[in-house]
């Protein structure tokens, strides 16, 4: 079963095809915010690299959020276009929840988060387990960072791992109040569609899926816009 996914919620534009025994192919594009006019193209040479066409999938996957509100629609935007011309399944996936699977058998708990603008971060914490794989400890949520520094000490105890594009902005805060935080090499530490793919299509294989039409981004609060008008 060949399942491409895309992955636009930050700054990295990233799309796979990952198939139940291997990743076939991968872009990521970690520079400049340009989502709209990168993706299709990227999408396109990837495909054409690896000899496949659109028309091979079996179904797609979404990472639908949370993160950028304006990223989060040009990604669903594509592959529901996508899903409906095929008539093919939908996997929607957490944002964060593919982050922490950039490090499946972590030993420890993996915590990733996202700037969400206003000293706010977009988070969960996951822990590895062997027969479930990446379980979340704390579901996605936005909150301060002092808040969240609050819920990590009580995992000070052993390893804490933190990824994601909030880490620059507030590893060094972190780091003063958890001085054990452990923030993971560069390759790992952004969005990668091969890892949301990769839950897709262990999702997919179980028809864990949706139909296009019903699959939306998941923004968890409202945009700073729409919080002004109330």
């Not at 999938?57 to 409906?84: C, E, H, W, Y």
């Not at 095929?86 to 915590?111: F, H, Q, R, W």
């Not at 909030?166 to 790992?188: C, D, N, S």
Request: charged residues 25%; glycine residues 6%; negative net charge.
């Amino acid at each position: 079963m060949k399942v491409l996914t895309v992955d636009t919620a930050t700054i990295v534009a990233t799309a796979a095809v990952v198939d139940e025994n291997k990743l076939i192919c991968e872009t990521i594009v970690n520079f400049q915010k340009k989502h709209s006019e990168k993706l299709m193209p990227a999408i396109d040479h990837m495909l054409k690299d690896a000899g496949l066409t659109i028309q091979d999938m079996d179904a797609f996957g979404i990472v639908n959020g949370p993160g950028s509100f304006t990223g989060l629609r040009i990604g669903m935007a594509t592959v529901k276009g996508f899903a409906q011309a095929l008539d093919k399944p939908v996997i929607p996936i957490s944002t964060l929840e593919a982050l922490a699977y950039n490090l499946p058998y972590a030993d420890g708990v993996v915590c990733p988060i996202l700037d969400a603008q206003r000293s706010q971060v977009y988070t969960g914490l996951f822990r590895f387990n062997e027969e479930e794989g990446m379980v979340a400890e704390l579901e996605d949520s936005v909150m301060d960072i002092e808040a969240l520094i609050g819920i990590l000490q009580n995992y000070a105890d052993g390893p804490i791992y933190l990824l994601g594009d909030g880490v620059p902005r507030f590893y060094e805060t972190m780091v003063e109040a958890l001085p054990g935080i452990i923030k993971v090499k560069q390759h790992l530490f952004m969005n990668r569609a091969s890892s949301a793919g990769t839950l897709a299509v262990e999702r997919a294989l179980k028809k864990q899926w949706q139909d296009y039409k019903s699959v939306e981004p998941v923004y968890i609060r409202p945009s700073y816009a729409e919080e002004q008008k109330k």
